[in-house]
Nanobody
Framework: VQLQESGGGSVQSGGSLKLSCAAS????????MGWFRQAPGKEREGVAI???????KYADSVTGRCAVSRDNAKNTLYLEMNSLKREDTAIYYC??????????????????????WGQGTQVTVSS
């Protein structure tokens, strides 16, 4: 499956953005999908996961400000981000992995758990 992100851009602090990730070459049904981000000089970190079973997980840093969703009919993953902060500035990547990670809230999947990646979309938040 190939992934292509869109929707990034520049926004002022407190603003909102909605990212999309269109999948091609296969259906995302049965895949767990995730959003990750990487800021300059930092490691890639998880933002939000939507499991193949529909359950969701969020990083503590974005809980309450982001919503991940998927439209299997459109083969598309979304990330709605509100109340954006300067520290949200990063390249945002979508990722996919076949199967379910389960609903254990104590565990957040890591980048190494995903085999399929998009090329990323830049999000810049200015004060």
């Amino acid at each position: 499956v190939q992934l292509q992100e869109s929707g990034g851009g520049s926004v002022q602090s407190g603003g909102s953005l909605k990212l999309s990730c269109a999948a091609s070459g296969g259906t995302i049904v049965g895949y767990s999908m995730g959003w990750f981000r990487q800021a300059p000089g930092k490691e890639r970190e998880g933002v939000a996961i939507i499991d193949a079973d529909g359950s969701t997980k969020y990083a503590d840093s974005v809980t309450g400000r982001c919503a991940v969703s998927r439209d299997n009919a459109k083969n598309t993953l979304y990330l709605e981000m509100n109340s954006l902060k300067r520290e949200d500035t990063a390249i945002y990547y979508c990722a996919a992995e076949h199967g379910s990670f389960g609903s254990d809230d104590s565990w957040f999947p890591e980048p190494a758990d995903f085999n399929y990646w998009g090329q990323g979309t830049q999000v810049t938040v200015s004060s």
